[in-house]
């Protein structure tokens, strides 16, 4: 029994002893490493002129080796000098397109004042644009080409326009001013989209428009210095950005139940401001 005892004792001895070193051991480490702080401490001057030296070392090879990367061939054009493209000549531009076509559709109403008006609508087409046209009369339709003849590019575009605006119900003489002059534009809409009326209110609000005989008509033509073409419901104005506000807004007027002489005063006070801006 005593010897028992005396074997557990010195077990836990042992263990004891294991304690005590593990304890130790961090508190030696600690003096350690005061140690190498103070011989760090002592060495420091030393210490930060070496790093000094190996870090001007390590700059001197970078900058060498970008010195390296950044030198280029002497031969080579410099970035700065901006290609120089000599513009292409006009016979160069016409060449490298080709025909263009367009068809433009004809009404039925319209076919039988095409065919009369025929040589008035294809001769400025072909002289002042020098477009080929024909008349498709099957499909109901003005074919326009482009040929080797036509100078300016936006040409087709022009007649195209021009038909265009014959088809609509425009006079010859009216629809030539698209293709003299480059400011005048083609406004389309409907009684529908100022104001939804039916039957009679309908009927009374195209009357109003055209007015007895095309008097109101032609008097807002006129005051505006457009053309107006009334078919049915549906309204087309002629005339430069201004000069189609001015008539569109004196058509609106009347649309939604403005009394004429109302309508007269406000374009005479328009016009007159015109003429002022004229003069």
Not at 63 to 75: K, Q, V
Not at 147 to 162: L, M, N, P, R
Not at 176 to 202: C, M, N, P, Q, W
Not at 225 to 251: E, P
Request: include cysteine; glycine fraction near 6%; hydrophobic fraction near 40%.
């Amino acid at each position: 029994m005593v010897v028992l005892h005396a074997q557990a004792s010195t077990s836990e001895v042992k263990h004891k002893k294991n304690r005590r070193k593990i304890s130790k051991k961090p508190a030696r480490i600690a003096s350690v490493d005061g140690a190498e702080d103070h011989d760090m401490d002592e060495t420091s001057p030393s210490a930060a002129e070496g790093h000094a030296a190996k870090s001007e070392h390590q700059h001197g090879e970078d900058a060498g080796d970008d010195d390296i990367m950044i030198d280029t061939d002497p031969s080579a054009p410099s970035q700065s000098d901006a290609p120089a493209f000599p513009p292409l000549p006009a016979s160069a531009q016409r060449t490298a397109l080709k025909s263009e076509i367009r068809r433009v559709p004809i009404p039925p109403h319209r076919m039988t004042p095409l065919k009369k008006d025929w040589v008035n609508i294809f001769a400025p087409l072909t002289e002042m644009l020098q477009l080929q046209v024909r008349m498709n009369v099957q499909r109901k339709c003005v074919e326009i080409r482009t040929s080797k003849h036509t100078k300016d590019i936006g040409a087709i575009q022009k007649g195209a326009d021009f038909v265009k605006a014959y088809a609509l119900g425009f006079d010859v003489n009216d629809s030539i001013a698209l293709l003299r002059l480059d400011d005048l534009y083609l406004d389309s809409f409907e009684i529908k989209d100022v104001k939804t009326l039916h039957g009679d209110h309908l009927s009374r609000a195209i009357g109003r428009i055209a007015g007895q005989d095309g008097k109101t008509k032609f008097t807002i033509e006129n005051a505006s210095r457009t053309r107006i073409v009334l078919a049915d419901t549906k309204i087309h104005i002629l005339g430069s950005f201004q000069n189609i506000k001015v008539a569109r807004d004196a058509i609106v007027s009347l649309i939604l139940g403005s009394p004429p002489g109302k309508v007269y005063a406000g374009l005479r006070t328009v016009s007159a401001r015109m003429r002022q801006r004229a003069l």
